[in-house]
């Protein structure tokens, strides 16, 4: 058996219980998916926040990917100071196919196979009108 993954889903505000109750409904409750829905409080403390999820994460045991809502956001940024100190997946602009695939894959995430998941179309933003000429029928369900 290999390594697990967990993820952490970090946004502004409450996006990040939005992706998880999505998902819920999908595919069901993912034990590897933690939210952290951050500045919903005037008492928040990201810095805090990040050390607390750094601290208390097994890396011998999961590997930890975390998924950010946009890239030079705040969130994302607190979670780039922790780079150095350490060794965790850090993935930003997260949509939801993105973050079902990855939850799915279960073990065994290295950094070569994360980017191949992002580099999948399938999971990236698409102008569907370039897809799809107007007035086509869909054949797609």
Partial sequence: MGKKIKVIMATHGYLADGFA??????????ENLTTLCCYTNPDFDLDETIQNVMEH???????????TDIMG???NNGFVKWMEKY?????TNTNLAFL??????G???DSDALK???QDPQAAV??????IPAGDDLDIL
């Fill in 107 to 109: 073990e065994n995430l």
């Fill in 73 to 75: 956001g705040s969130v």
């Fill in 126 to 131: 698409s102008y569907v009108n370039d897809h």
């Fill in 57 to 67: 994460h097994d890396f011998e045991d999961a590997d930890l990917v975390v998924c």
């Fill in 100 to 105: 079902i695939d990855l939850l799915l894959t």
């Fill in 116 to 118: 191949e998941k992002i």
């Fill in 21 to 30: 109750g999505v998902i819920k409904m999908i595919v069901g409750e993912m």
């Fill in 87 to 91: 060794p965790f997946h850090l993935v």
